[in-house]
């Protein structure tokens, strides 16, 4: 079965408009229930979201849906997607749900899908939920006396920042240090700068206040100018910056040097091969993990295996190999050994520890490898097919063969967003980004 509605993480679109209307986001509700509905116990489902205003619009209306289908309803209000996974299967749940569209802005929002193991669903699963969408559910409907219940569960937060502190080494603190922590005006806007000041940290919370339209806004991951710039500014030891819905993290050193998701994993797969702790003797990583990282493994004997990109499809090679480190080059870091999905805190809490147990500076321990020259360029498309296009085919066999021995190039349209990514990557810069400009000029013309 085919799938219109999922991309790659989910559900995705503009708030109030198709298909992030109440009107599909409650089919999607009755949909999952029904997907769900396995054995004769009382059916339940964590509902969390992220500082959207939209949320206000999407929670009742999934609510509504899995309530009309006999499904219990736990809320947990503003949470990260990895909390909503971890109290998915703490709870019980035959299902969790995140109200999030990650790390975009405002306008949109998405709903993100775990099953009771705490993992995003399968394809399999996602194309029969929305085959169900489609189709008439009246037939499924509980009687009056069948209906589910709703409830909020107050302490949520609370479970999982124990929950994450527990991921942190026994016996290492973090005081003495001075962390700066953006939250993107998001989902861990409470959790994070509560959970390092519990470990000790010195703490320079930033994007904690959260108004329905500033996620994401000049902050957080995909804009980590200002927090580089605070955690200078307030001589900090190291900066964190976190997305929308916490699942990643991006990382800036005492010098404003920025860390992103490559040099985490080969920190993090460095240290953990060093003491026995890293699986298989391999990372899991995207089409999109630059070659340096690559190289820095084969040096310690270590094997980067990639896969298309999607945090879910990483996922899906660790479970298949029983990998327990992966991740993507944006900051999602899956380290199974915590967490079934990204989660930015406990990541960021794998890399302190080192920091930490070394007593060097950020600058000396965050960055592994040098990474080679990278180049990537966002084409937006309104509808179509653009890589179809003979012209568009033609340029990027032509660049193919320019990089042909010297570099790899890389063309995907985004599973989130209505744009085409053309990543080039090499020993010659100056090659690769006249690869990128002139595909994406041809990519331009043929939307």
């Not at 059916?43 to 992220?50: E, L």
């Not at 299902?95 to 399999?124: R, T």
């Not at 004997?301 to 029983?322: A, C, F, H, P």
Request: glycine share 12%.
């Amino acid at each position: 079965m085919t799938r219109k509605l999922f991309g790659t993480d989910g559900i995705r679109g503009k708030s109030n408009a198709e298909p992030m209307t109440a009107e599909t986001a409650l089919k999607v509700g009755m949909a999952a229930a029904i997907q769900f509905n396995r054995g004769d116990h009382r059916h339940r489902v964590v509902i969390g979201k992220d500082t959207r205003l939209s949320g206000y619009l999407l929670e009742p209306a999934l609510t509504a849906g899995f309530i009309s289908m006999g499904m219990d309803v736990i809320l947990v209000g503003p949470m990260p997607t990895p909390a909503i996974a971890m109290l998915t299967t703490s709870l019980r749940a035959d299902l969790g749900v995140m109200i999030s569209a990650s790390h975009n802005l405002y306008e949109d929002n998405g709903i993100k899908l775990f099953g009771p193991d705490g993992f995003k669903l399968s394809d399999a699963d996602e194309a029969e939920i929305e085959a169900r969408v489609n189709s008439d559910m009246a037939g499924d409907l509980a009687s009056p006396a069948a209906l589910g219940h709703a409830r909020r569960l107050d302490d949520a937060r609370g479970r999982y920042n124990e929950y994450v502190k527990q991921t942190f080494p026994r016996g290492l603190r973090l005081d003495g240090l001075k962390i700066a922590v953006d939250c993107a005006n998001g989902a861990a806007y409470k959790s994070a700068p509560e959970v390092l000041w519990e470990l000790g940290a010195d703490v320079v919370p930033i994007g904690v206040d959260p108004d329905g339209i500033n996620i994401n806004k000049g902050c957080g991951s995909t804009d980590t100018d200002y927090m580089r710039s605070l955690a200078m500014a307030h001589n900090c030891d190291i900066g964190l910056a976190l997305d929308g819905d916490a699942d990643r993290v991006l990382i800036s050193d005492e010098k404003g040097n920025l860390v992103d998701g490559d040099q985490v994993l080969g920190l993090i797969a460095k240290d953990w091969a060093a003491n026995g702790r890293l699986n298989g003797g391999a990372v899991v990583s995207t089409v999109m993990s630059n070659l340096g990282l690559e190289k820095f493994l084969t040096g310690l004997d270590l094997e980067l295996i990639r896969t298309q990109v999607g945090d879910r499809y990483v996922v899906e090679r660790m479970r298949k190999g029983g990998y327990n480190l992966g991740g993507e080059q944006s900051g999602h870091i899956i380290l199974s050994d915590y967490s079934t999905t990204g989660d930015g805190l406990i990541a960021a809490l794998q890399v302190l520890a080192v920091v930490v147990a070394t007593g060097k500076p950020a600058s000396e321990v965050c960055r592994v490898f040098e990474p080679l020259p990278q180049v990537l360029r966002n084409v937006t498309f309104n509808g179509g097919k653009p890589l179809d296009d003979k012209a568009v085919k033609k340029a990027i066999k032509d660049g193919e063969g320019r990089l042909a021995g010297a570099g790899r190039l890389l063309i995907r349209p985004s599973g989130t967003e209505p744009v085409i990514r053309v990543m080039a990557e090499g020993e010659d810069e100056a090659l690769i980004n006249a690869v990128v400009g002139d595909i994406a000029g041809v990519i331009e013309q043929a939307c």
